[in-house]
């Protein structure tokens, strides 16, 4: 499975009156690994030219608490490719003092291989598709 663990550096604006990070943080941890996950398997160039891909769809669980002082990770998973999108699944997990891991926030992503001269959709290109199947 093509995975990207990115760390995430967290700011104090991030954390609401309770100490937990509030859902909009929540969802720039995920695009920080998202575009953590494009740079590596996709097209490290990708946002110096033309051709892209554009976030059509999110979708976000909590399941525990992400709370102040803990360490987080983003970790992003292809799921699969499609004929013009690219669905990935990403979670981020806090790490406790005793190295075990715990799932916070579930998400799943689709995201669509954009022409922006054109601005339209095209079929993910066949170079992409390999990285990916790789």
Not at 29 to 58: K, T, W
Not at 84 to 100: A, C, F, H, P, Y
Request: glycine content about 4%; proline content about 4%.
């Amino acid at each position: 499975m093509i995975t990207t663990r990115t760390p995430i550096q967290a700011r104090f604006g991030d954390y609401d009156l309770f100490g937990h990070v509030n859902n909009v943080s929540q969802q720039q941890y995920l695009d920080i690994g998202r575009i953590a996950f494009i740079n590596e398997h996709i097209c490290p160039e990708m946002f110096r030219q033309s051709l892209r891909v554009i976030l059509v769809s999110v979708n976000m669980d909590f399941v525990n608490q992400l709370t102040m002082g803990c360490p987080v990770d983003a970790i992003t998973e292809l799921e699969s490719v499609g004929t013009k999108s690219i669905r990935l699944r990403q979670t981020l997990v806090k790490r406790l003092d005793d190295g075990t891991e715990v799932v916070c926030t579930r998400s799943t992503s689709v995201l669509v291989a954009w022409d922006t001269s054109t601005q339209q959709a095209v079929p993910v290109p066949d170079e992409w598709r390999r990285r990916l199947t790789l």
